[in-house]
């Protein structure tokens, strides 16, 4: 193990370790999920402790111990701060969630560097789209992670018949399966998607993130799916999410 490593890094979460010192997780390309330290960073000597906030994007200059197999931060650089993000409560909020799940998944299982590029794009979409953008940047967020986890079910046959459904046939979504069945094998529950957000969540998995969160999706479909979304990601965490909870999102 190199003893001095550089690394990209997005900050998902801080905590004080002691009295003085300052725990970082961050998500890397290279390095997938790490926790770094910063020693004093509460004593007011910490020349770092104010770019190391949750969402900041930097460019860190690590020291390995490979005896205490931790990481020090010995040189910082910013490379966004996210500033609409952390001053905006609901976008606040979401880039919460986010950073919960990849936490949560430990780094989504994936490659580290797809998740990297998926968290970033997502950052920076919320962070400078439009108020009305902001619920389809969720739900790129949440349908491209269960894809790169290869968590996504299938939308064109039943999971219980193996039929191939009809462009605009309606789909229930089985929790205990972790997927989608037609309408002969299950009465329609909590969950449903129809033809429409089919094609919508098939046709957007093709496209860049910001193409993706341009595309229209009809008003009435965005909270359904994005709820139907949160759940698969839950059944495939197995853990509830506590940016859920209290109904802030
Ligand atoms: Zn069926």
């Not at 000597?45 to 931790?70: A, R």
């Not at 990481?71 to 919960?100: G, M, T, W």
């Not at 998926?118 to 950052?123: E, F, M, V």
């Amino acid at each position: 193990m190199q003893r001095n490593v550089t690394v990209n890094a997005l900050v998902l979460r801080t905590r004080r370790i002691g009295d003085y010192h300052k725990g970082v997780s961050c998500l890397t390309p290279q390095l997938g999920l790490i926790d770094v330290l910063l020693y004093g960073a509460y004593k007011g000597k910490g020349k770092y402790s104010g770019i190391t906030e949750p969402f900041s994007q930097l460019h860190l200059h690590l020291y390995y111990n490979p005896v205490k197999k931790t990481y020090k931060v010995i040189d910082a650089e910013e490379k966004n701060s996210f500033s609409i993000i952390r001053h905006d409560l609901p976008r606040f909020y979401r880039a919460s969630l986010f950073s919960e799940i990849v936490l949560k998944s430990y780094g989504g299982g994936g490659d580290s560097k797809d998740i990297f590029i998926l968290l970033r794009d997502a950052l920076t979409i919320l962070d400078t789209c439009n108020p009305a953008q902001v619920e389809c940047t969720v739900i790129q967020f949440l349908w491209r992670f269960l894809i790169l986890s290869g968590m996504n079910p299938d939308l064109n046959y039943c999971s219980m018949c193996g039929r191939q459904v009809g462009l605009g046939e309606l789909l229930t979504f089985s929790q205990e399966e972790n997927a989608f069945v037609c309408s002969r094998c299950g009465a329609a529950g909590n969950f449903t998607l129809n033809g429409g957000e089919r094609k919508y969540l098939a046709y957007t998995a093709r496209l860049p993130f910001t193409g993706a969160v341009k595309t229209g999706l009809v008003k009435s479909s965005v909270h359904p799916l994005r709820q139907l979304l949160l759940t698969m990601i839950q059944n495939f965490l197995e853990y509830p999410l506590n940016s859920l909870k209290n109904n802030l999102l």
